[in-house]
């Protein structure tokens, strides 16, 4: 049942992100319409996690989202928070690698929709170049979405953050807006079956700017490591109660450490 339940979301999936694609094409005239197009598609996929998989997707702390822009630095585990996102944040824009650009279709989207590209080409200047382009996106008011780990890390995984963010922090003076969760349990990196069971994506109390970016950084990861292992552990619980058997948290110990910190 489990295979079964994985491969018709799988197959939903594609056929939804298919459909949205190629039928939402004359999105691409503008950004505004271009990010409703990414809230269609995120909310069309987590109804689709809940029906064919028996994944609810929770958001909590939705009230600690303040108005106007922001940095948002967010644990990722899965490719579930890279859509879910879109549906709380309403002027989203992603930093990512520049050769998703240069995907068909997909890159289309990604380039109208403003999001912040990082040219890692250009070696020391490509943090220049964010810096500009984040600064844009935060003059007009967007929510600027950033992956302190730079990619998806197992769930059992110890923290690593770039310094990326702290860059940004105290280049951009707005506030930071940490975000835990436990997606990875439930939609696995490179993983094909889905576990049923609440998936949690939790919005903590904002990171005021004006600390230093030592004193930041620390700061950061300390917040969405406790919150993400506090997630865990209820998502692992909930799990077990089900019969299902997931990675243990024998790396979260290190995790938990000053020495990680």
Known sequence: MLFLRSLAFNLGFYALTTLVALGCLPALVARRPVLGV???????????????????????????????????????????????LCAIFPEFAYVLKRELLFIPVVGWYLSRGGMVAIDRSKGNRA???????????IAHGRQLIVFPEGTRRPTNAPPVYKQGLSHLYAALRVPCLPVALNTGLFWPRRGFLRLPGTAVIEVLPPIQPGMERAAFHATVLERIETASNALLDAGRAELAANGHSVPGPQAETAARSPAAR
């Open 127 to 137: 943090m220049a170049l964010m810096n500009a382009a984040a600064a844009e996106a």
């Open 38 to 84: 990414a809230r269609l598609w995120a909310r069309g996929t987590i109804w689709l996690l809940r029906v064919a998989a028996g994944i609810r997707v929770e958001f909590r702390g939705l009230e600690n989202i303040p108005k106007g822009p922001l940095l948002v630095a967010a644990k990722h585990q899965s490719a579930l928070e890279t859509l879910a």
